[in-house]
T-cell receptor
Framework: AQSVTQLGSHVSVSEGALVLLRCNYS??????LFWYVQYPNQGLQLLLK??????LVKGINGFEAEFKKSETSFHLTKPSAHMSDAAEYFC???????????FGSGTRLQVQP | GAGVSQTPSNKVTEKGKYVELRCDPI?????LYWYRQSLGQGPEFLIY????????DSGLPNDRFFAVRPEGSVSTLKIQRTERGDSAVYLC?????????????FGEGSRLTVL
């Protein structure tokens, strides 16, 4: 079965600083990978997805992620954090067997003024 | 509709009661998913429908949980004899089968509290 591991349940950065949220995956086949964001009391919103077309994926709100097969990683970055980026971020991998997504446990991003 | 709609947004019930949670997917999406999200955790897969049939119900925790999608659109998640441990946010998602990348579109969830 496929799985993802998100290192760091909480990350705190200063406004304007680099954001780096880590995700490592486990998969026996080439995966599809996703980052979702969840704001308080809301559903999950897709930030970006990797579907093997390009290893560097750009998403909404200035976020991007790089697929590194050798490291089985799909880390999420943003050059300059904004207060509005404070939310919970989830990495997910497609499970082709069940056609569903398997999610990591999430990373809560805090942005300090 | 424009997005995935879930009702109720909040449900408070007593231990032992029966609960139904409803999901109305994006129009035309034939794939529908239920996930459960406990506090501080990522969403956990429960069940997946392709059309009217449950293609994969391996995530349902026990036989108190059941879901239906009789006409291939709206789905209802049913929980019998609720327990305090069932308290969570239940998320519904849908996907177009024209999408081969597995992207899911989520509703805002139904928060269930069992007292």
């Amino acid at each position: 079965a496929q799985s993802v591991t998100q290192l760091g349940s909480h990350v705190s950065v200063s406004e304007g600083a680099l954001v780096l949220l880590r995700c490592n995956y486990s998969s026996s086949v080439p995966p599809y990978l996703f980052w979702y964001v969840q704001y308080p009391n809301q559903g999950l919103q897709l930030l970006l997805k990797y579907t093997s077309a390009a290893t560097l994926v750009k998403g909404i709100n200035g976020f991007e992620a790089e697929f590194k097969k050798s490291e089985t990683s799909f880390h999420l970055t943003k050059p300059s954090a904004h207060m509005s980026d404070a939310a919970e971020y989830f990495c997910a991998v497609s499970d082709t067997g069940r056609r569903a997504l398997t999610f990591g446990s999430g990373t809560r991003l805090q942005v300090q003024p | 509709g424009a997005g995935v709609s879930q009702t109720p947004s909040n449900k408070v019930t007593e231990k032992g009661k029966y609960v139904e949670l409803r999901c109305d997917p994006i129009s035309g999406h034939t794939a529908l998913y239920w996930y459960r999200q406990s506090l501080g955790q990522g969403p956990e897969f429960l069940i997946y429908f392709q059309g009217t049939g449950a293609a994969d119900d391996s995530g349902l925790p026990n036989d108190r949980f059941f879901a239906v999608r009789p006409e291939g659109s709206v789905s209802t998640l049913k929980i019998q004899r609720t327990e305090r441990g069932d308290s969570a946010v239940y998320l519904c998602a849908s996907r177009s089968t024209r999408s081969n990348t597995g992207e899911l579109f989520f509703g805002e969830g139904s928060r269930l509290t069992v007292l």
